[in-house]
């Protein structure tokens, strides 16, 4: 049976986040996260959307990200004064939840969580597990690893791919994005979504 001390998790998103919380949480393992853009780390694209008015889909009662613990993520709005059990809270600080929550997780697991602000260009299989290559030319060996990308970024509709519009908004969560749609374009930023 092969024995695993290390993982490495490229990308650090929601997906990415959320597996390195539950591997400190129920293991010994030492986690590596790589996640290219450091202000993306726990928030990834869904959870750092760049317009203060984005909300959840789903309340907050529904949005634990720890099964065990189902009211986590609306006690910890409440705890700051951002919402309860049936509110519909921001991305932000559903973003800023994963944050806090890998932080304290990180505090208990005793050095065992790493942070790298890098991009990941390659992933080989060695001998003794995977190297992660990084764009800076350094490199993370570990025993196991975990792809957690994200989405890739959205592309044109065919409709709309030559459309020489302001009213087409390609990508909504882009900080280049309308901080609003008027009624006039709100059917085109709905197409583009």
Avoid at 60 to 82: E, G, I, K, V
Avoid at 89 to 107: H, I, K, M, N
Avoid at 171 to 190: F, L, N, Q, V, Y
Wanted: neutral net charge; hydrophobic residues 40%.
């Amino acid at each position: 049976m092969l024995k695993v001390d290390q993982a490495v998790i490229i990308g650090g998103g929601f997906s990415g986040t959320l597996l390195g919380i539950n591997l400190l949480r129920y293991g010994t393992l030492k986690v590596t996260i790589i996640e290219r853009q450091a202000d993306r780390l726990g928030r990834g694209l869904a959870y750092g959307a760049a317009q203060e008015g984005h909300i959840l889909n789903v309340r907050a009662a529904n949005m634990s990200a720890l099964p065990d613990q189902p009211d986590h993520f609306a006690d910890w709005l409440a705890t700051r004064r951002l919402g309860e059990q049936g509110s519909f809270a921001t991305r932000r600080d559903y973003g800023a939840y994963l944050c806090a929550l890998l932080d304290e997780v990180s505090s208990r697991a005793q050095g065992r969580l790493t942070t790298l602000a890098e991009e990941a260009i390659d992933l080989l299989q060695t001998d003794g597990g995977v190297r992660a290559i990084l764009r800076s030319g350094a490199t993370v060996d570990a025993d196991i690893a975990a792809l957690a990308p994200g989405n890739l970024p959205p592309h044109d509709l065919p409709a709309f791919a030559r459309l020489q519009s302001t009213a087409y908004v390609n990508d909504p969560s882009a900080p280049t994005s309308p901080r609003g749609c008027s009624p006039r374009t709100m059917s085109c930023c709905s197409a583009a979504g």
